[in-house]
């Protein structure tokens, strides 16, 4: 089948198989150009690795480090008429690269907040690995069914207080208008740190330890985002922010968990990108389109992998995290200077419609979003028939 973007909402609900393998490469290439990182882990287990952060956190770690890996996601494979999701398809061309070059990798697909998930990872450790040395948390999941009573939770992008109006950017059409929130109520803000808090990366990190497959110095690490004060009634101090603030109460505890073992967890801060994620926050897409803009101009703009390769290589294992002052590692860092940060809010106070492409780099941002998804690939024959059947080779 002749496979093409079809846009819905924040979402595209089609993937190509042959753009998300030369993405996949295009991110391994990344990380060997930069060379090997010197004391890395060696047998990494990601949780949430198929996309985004989570998949180049993955490939960082086993292709920078030499590592052997294990991957956690929920993902669709082709069906009748159908094709897979871009996960899908990133996780075989993961595997696939990872073989050719003489590493371990399997993958697992399905419901990673379950206990039967975490139970079937535990067994493949000990059979596999024996135990890991470094474990990623990247999931991110609108909805999550706990384990223990069943009950479903849905999260909510909401402010917390009032509602909140802003500049928003319609990325169907380019138009910049204004979006209003509205506060959180009842149980929002209970279910979206279910959800999205903590709770889940910890029995994770519990049921490890329970089976002995932690090694002596394993590092953990879960995501996060803080951003500029203009996202914050969205972001830090809606509902996703209270979420993010669980992760950070879970870490604290982790850390103490590990200390038997000489290990560490962490929260590290990343930088503002179009992830299949972000793209659903109201407000955040016009804010990354500006930020493109600027930290392009200067030099300094990452990818979800420059990010990853960055952490790993200059925080995790070089022995200089270079924590701040709420002990969380910043690869934000060049998103957050003050230079950047002014520019940014000059140009936020004076877009519009009109002068988005002047000052946004709006066609990074729908470049950048569709990469996602395997189109718009250099290399890539996006006319030609492409069988969208692919396997994950470990699940075959």
Excluded at 353 to 362: I, P, Q, V, W, Y
């Amino acid at each position: 089948m002749i496979i093409a973007p079809k846009i819905r909402g924040f979402i595209c609900t089609t993937a190509h198989p042959e753009g998300c393998a030369q993405h996949v490469a295009e991110q391994i290439a990344v990380v060997k150009s930069r060379g090997p990182i010197a004391n890395g882990p060696k047998k990494v287990l990601v949780i949430g690795s198929s996309t985004g952060y989570g998949l180049s956190s993955r490939i960082a770690a086993a292709f920078g480090c030499g590592a052997d890996t294990m991957g956690v996601f929920f993902e669709k494979p082709a069906e009748e008429g159908r094709c897979g999701t871009a996960g899908w398809y990133n996780s075989a061309a993961f595997e696939k690269e990872a073989a050719a070059a003489g590493l371990f990798a399997r993958s697992f697909n399905g419901d990673a907040f379950s206990d039967a998930m975490k139970a079937e990872v535990c067994a493949a450790i000990k059979a596999d690995f024996g135990q890991v040395d470094c474990i990623i948390y990247s999931l991110a999941s609108p909805r999550r069914t706990d384990p223990k009573t069943g009950e479903v939770y849905k999260s909510v992008l909401k402010s917390i207080g009032e509602s909140y109006t802003n500049k928003n950017l319609n990325t169907g059409n380019g138009v910049v208008d204004e979006v209003t929130i509205q506060p959180a109520e009842g149980d929002d803000i209970k279910n979206t740190v279910a959800v999205m808090g903590g709770e889940d990366w910890e029995m994770w990190i519990d049921a490890l330890l329970a089976e002995n497959l932690i090694a002596p110095g394993t590092q953990t690490v879960a995501y996060s985002y803080i951003g500029p004060e203009i996202t914050w009634p969205i972001y830090k101090n809606g509902t996703i922010g209270a979420a993010k603030e669980d992760c950070e109460r879970v870490q604290r505890g982790l850390d103490a968990k590990l200390s038997d073992l000489g290990g560490k967890a962490w929260v590290s801060v990343n930088k503002a990108l179009v992830t299949q994620a972000s793209s659903a926050i109201p407000v955040v897409p016009l804010y990354i389109s500006l930020l493109y803009k600027v930290m392009k101009a200067e030099g300094t703009h990452e990818d979800t992998i420059e990010q990853m390769d960055r952490l790993l290589r200059d925080r995790l294992y070089n022995g200089n995290p270079q924590p701040d002052e709420a002990g969380r590692i910043r690869v934000d860092d060049w998103e957050m200077t003050p230079a950047v940060q002014a520019l940014v809010a000059e140009r936020w106070n004076n877009v519009c419609s009109e002068n988005l492409n002047e000052l946004a780099d709006f066609e990074g941002y729908q470049a950048s979003f569709l990469r996602l998804f395997g189109f718009g690939l250099a290399g890539v024959d996006y006319a030609a028939e492409t069988d969208p059947n692919v396997a994950v080779p470990s699940l075959s």
